[in-house]
């Protein structure tokens, strides 16, 4: 699973190189640069080809190293984990892994349906889900679906989460236009009952989430690197999420739902 993420990673980053070498080295050919000047605009036109193959190497080390390490499958329900390690996938669709800290494969959060009309515009930018009418599912590693998310709304992103069998959990409601330093929410309960008010970085996405009463619902801080499990996460970002052994199971479902929605449309990490 990990080594197939860097594999994918390594291709998408490979081709994104060739298309910007491309057009770059293009353009330089057809402005042929007169002076030291212009030469350098040239090389700085083409950066940003070096730096996908700069990912694309790291990739393929990363693979290298992970190719051959065991990934089981999970033994736990993701509602009975404190912690949950979310990994971005390279795939057109945006897509998260989600691993325990042992390297034990949870489960997937990918999207399941999405407007035919809505697919170019993620294909450029996969953040933009955000203004979309779509459903987002977490499949467990057995292929059962543990929850799924419908976000409608313009102005606000409003997220219904359903548990196990369709269940309504309640809901997620973020203000979408009113701050980009910070991304403000709210967890409600199927009755409307605010639960937990939401406050984290628009840059990196890190957030610690109490509530009311002022119990610690749950902990993010931007690629945080596991030291003691470097067998299996390789990479610099590996976003641990550390969530109460307090919670409900409904309201665990409202948490995850939440964390789901806002990684999936994060700009941040690798």
Known sequence: MIANMYKRREKAASIVFIAL?????GFVAMTKPDSAEQWMESVLLLLPSF??????????????KVKDAAIPESKADIVDLNHIVIKKDASWLPRLLV????????????????????????????????????????????????????????????????GPGGEPAGSYIQED?????????????????????????????????????GHLWAHFYNGRFPHEY???????????????????????????????????NRNGGE
């Open 230 to 264: 470097t067998t299996i996460f390789r990479g610099v970002y590996n976003d641990i999420i550390e969530m109460s052994d307090r919670l409900s199971e409904q309201n665990k479902i409202l948490l995850l739902g939440m964390v789901s929605y806002m990684f999936l």
């Open 99 to 162: 691993f325990e800290k042992t390297g034990s494969f949870i489960g997937t959060v990918h999207l399941k349906k999405v407007p035919w009309w809505a697919y170019p515009v993620i294909f450029y930018k996969t953040s933009l889900i955000t203004f979309f009418p779509i459903e987002i599912v977490f499949t467990s590693s057995k292929g059962n679906v543990v929850f799924k998310c419908v976000r409608k709304g313009f102005k606000q992103s409003i997220v219904e989460i359903f």
């Open 177 to 213: 236009f009113k701050s980009l330093v910070h991304i403000k929410g709210e967890l409600r309960s199927n009755e409307g009952d605010l639960l937990l008010k939401v406050k984290s970085s628009g840059f990196t996405g890190d957030f610690t989430l109490h509530d009311g009463n």
């Open 51 to 64: 730096m996908m193959l700069g990912m694309a190497i790291a990739s393929r080390r990363n693979f290298n």
């Open 21 to 25: 070498l491309m057009f770059g080295g």
